[in-house]
């Protein structure tokens, strides 16, 4: 998703953040991921290119991931504006669970 934003290579690891997030099922679980990544884009203007996924738990309420991600603030500058992104769809969500691979595949409202 950042890539669509900015060339990510150009943003640094220089904050470290948690980030936990539920859902009820895995597409709710990818959907509430990646709009908590894109609030904190909007609210704090931080732009991210290292993702840790830590845990990923499932629970009698739905699943639970907790993450740490690392980025920096946004500067016009240094980060090239590609796609603004207005939000994240369930439109033709999928998650294709292989042996040793997960495949997300997710459309985003540009």
Not at 34 to 53: D, I, Q, T
């Amino acid at each position: 998703m950042f890539e669509l934003m900015t060339d990510t290579k150009m943003v640094a690891p220089e904050a470290k953040e948690a980030i936990e997030v539920e859902g009820s099922d895995e597409l709710a679980l990818l959907y509430n991921w990646l709009e908590a990544l894109l609030v904190r884009f909007e609210v704090s203007n931080m732009l991210y290119s290292k993702f840790e996924m830590e845990q990923i738990v499932k629970s009698p309420k739905g699943f639970r991931l907790k993450a740490t991600i690392q980025g920096e603030k946004f500067d016009p500058q240094r980060h090239s504006q590609k796609t603004g992104i207005k939000a994240v769809t369930y439109h033709e969500m999928k998650i294709d669970m292989k042996p040793k691979r997960v495949i997300v595949k997710f459309l985003l409202d540009i």
